[in-house]
């Protein structure tokens, strides 16, 4: 009893629907990624796509429509996109929306937190490329361009959108329709979709550093997992994952997070402790009794 009424052992009704897929887009091919070049005239954020990089994106919207409608097999699924506000990004997106009916559609929003990496304002391309082999020396994720951002500072202001995101499912602010499945498509950049899973996922520093780009109009899928936890793995497969620069450590927790009830622990994921300790001595039933005897002492709370 408290407070003379009886204590519920019912869990707590969910009172949010979580989104089927979270699906990153990298943009695709950009007059920048054809010729470096292109940046010392033209601002980053308004270098547009080529007609290569138009195609690549229509393509996108092919499949990641065959991936949200299962293939066909779907009915009820609706889908809500962010982009960055990049002039690429929002070529992409209009692209993509192509493949899309408007009813399926439940709105838009450009999100500043997701945009590209600040690498300064114009771009000298031989002196970018100074820059550029300095950072693999000195570190992918710490190093901050002159007058720009290290991968630190993009993954600070993608932290941030998480919250964001996860207020915008809690308040319903996607309008969504408890009944049908939401799939959240981001369109965005690479480091940005890289940081994102990194900050999703609990990476190491270590593990981003090894990380592939993702390819213009490559995307990733996070998908629920039968027990509520996102998983690249029930998508993507091993050889995917490893080519993206995935050790098999990281692709088994993907795996275990598969299948995985929400808001468990992986005690399997080595990272947790042998990836900060240098050596951990095995827990035995002596150690378990002084814990207890140490604790009895304590007062109580």
Not at 228 to 241: K, P, W
Request: aromatic fraction near 12%; glycine fraction near 6%.
């Amino acid at each position: 009893m408290i407070n003379g009424t009886a204590e519920s052992t019912d869990v707590p009704t969910q009172k949010y629907h979580l989104p089927k897929r979270i699906i990153l887009v990298r943009h695709g091919e950009s007059q920048g990624n054809k010729d470096d070049a292109a940046y010392s005239v033209t601002p980053d954020y308004k270098i547009p796509l080529t007609a290569q990089g138009i195609e690549q994106a229509k393509q996108a919207g092919s499949w990641i429509l065959d991936v949200v409608s299962g293939h066909g097999s779907s009915e009820n699924w609706k889908v809500y996109f962010y982009v960055s506000p990049y002039v690429r990004t929002r070529s992409t997106l209009r692209e993509i929306g192509r493949a899309f009916p408007k009813n399926r559609m439940l709105g838009v929003r450009e999100e500043c937190r997701v945009r590209e990496q600040d690498f300064g304002n114009f771009q000298v391309a031989e002196r970018m490329k100074v820059i550029k082999e300095t950072r693999e020396r000195f570190g992918r994720f710490f190093y901050r361009f002159p007058e720009g951002e290290s991968a630190a500072d993009v993954y600070d202001r993608v932290s941030h959108f998480l919250e964001t995101l996860w207020r915008d499912v809690d308040m319903n602010r996607h309008h969504h329709n408890p009944n049908e499945e939401l799939n959240l498509v981001i369109v965005s950049h690479g480091l940005a979709s890289r940081v994102f899973l990194m900050k999703w996922f609990k990476w190491t520093v270590e593990q981003f550093e090894y990380l592939n780009n993702l390819g213009n109009c490559e995307f990733r899928v996070m998908e629920l997992g039968a027990g509520g936890e996102y998983s690249l793995a029930v998508h993507h497969t091993d050889e995917e994952m490893l080519e993206w620069g995935m050790s098999p450590e990281m692709i088994a927790d993907q795996k275990w997070r598969a299948n995985a009830n929400r808001g468990t622990l992986n005690d399997h994921c080595p990272r947790y402790l042998d990836a900060f300790f240098d050596h951990l001595a095995d827990s035995n039933d002596k150690d378990d009794e002084d814990v207890k005897s140490n604790n009895s002492y304590l007062p109580l709370a």
